[in-house]
Nanobody, 124 residues
Framework: QLVESGGGLVQAGGSLRLTCAAS??????????VGWFRQAPGKQREFVAA????????DYADSVKGRVTVSRDNAKNMVYLQMNSLKSEDTAVYYCAARGTLATLRNTYEYNHWGQGTQVTVSS
């Protein structure tokens, strides 16, 4: 199970840290990559960031590069998305996703576990 938290309402230029908590036998026993995606109303779900199972590899969408950092604490089964200098166009529901692989994945179809999402709203 994946559960996101940390979303909320923030002013433009502000920061938020999202957390993805992984629980269950699958995530305790296997190495898994995690991706963050977002979906704004009327738009397709889009890639934001990804991190490999050991945290050694990360990937970012061009739209967030330099403003967002993905990290993980495997001892706690937690993955974080630190978002700074937020813009109104960052407003969306943010989802974390996972797959048992050592690769770093950036496509929705590559993931087979999804959280329920957390709303991020940036006011201008």
């Amino acid at each position: 199970q994946l559960v996101e938290s940390g979303g909320g309402l923030v002013q433009a230029g502000g920061s938020l840290r999202l957390t993805c908590a992984a629980s269950g036998r699958t995530f305790s026993n296997y190495a898994y990559a995690v991706g963050w995606f977002r979906q704004a109303p009327g738009k397709q779900r889009e890639f934001v960031a990804a991190i490999s199972a050991n945290g050694g590899s990360t990937d970012y969408a061009d739209s967030v590069k330099g403003r967002v950092t993905v990290s993980r604490d495997n001892a706690k089964n937690m993955v974080y998305l630190q978002m700074n200098s937020l813009k109104s166009e960052d407003t969306a529901v943010y989802y974390c996703a996972a797959r048992g692989t050592l690769a770093t994945l950036r496509n929705t179809y590559e993931y087979n576990h999804w959280g329920q999402g957390t709303q991020v709203t940036v006011s201008s």
